[in-house]
């Protein structure tokens, strides 16, 4: 059974960081591929970013390159999302997924495992 529960999320100002954490229990974790995905009112849940078994393969959609890093501690079974430089249109409710496989995939399809979800609101 993987279970995946996020936390971090909150209330920041345009500009400000915020740092989700995804904890991962699973007998294999270290051989996921994990997601970061997000969902505003209204609209799809898409991809924000995503990393590969070992940490060192990452992708990020074009909105938040160079604003979010996305890393894991396969120690802690934790995979990170850090956001910086946030923008109000960042405002989402962003739900970490995990994938059985070792490759980084980009469709919501794809991942097998999905957390609760945690708010994040910018606030202009």
């Known amino acids: 059974q993987v279970r995946l529960v996020e936390s971090g999320g909150g209330l920041v100002q345009a500009g400000g960081s915020l740092r989700l954490s995804c904890a991962v229990s699973?007998?294999?974790?270290?051989?996921?591929?994990t997601g970061w995905f997000r969902q505003a009112p209204g609209k799809e849940r898409d991809l924000v970013a995503a990393?590969?078994?070992?940490?060192?393969?990452?992708y990020y959609v074009d909105s938040v390159e160079g604003r979010f890093t996305i890393s894991r501690d396969n120690a802690k079974n934790t995979v990170y999302l850090q956001m910086n430089s946030l923008k109000p249109e960042d405002t989402a409710v962003y739900y970490c997924a995990s994938r059985a496989t070792l490759a980084i995939a980009t469709t919501r399809e794809e991942y097998d495992y999905w957390g609760q979800g945690t708010q994040v609101t910018v606030s202009s």
């Open positions: 699973g007998p294999t974790f270290s051989l996921y591929a």
């Open positions: 990393i590969n078994w070992s940490g060192r393969s990452t």
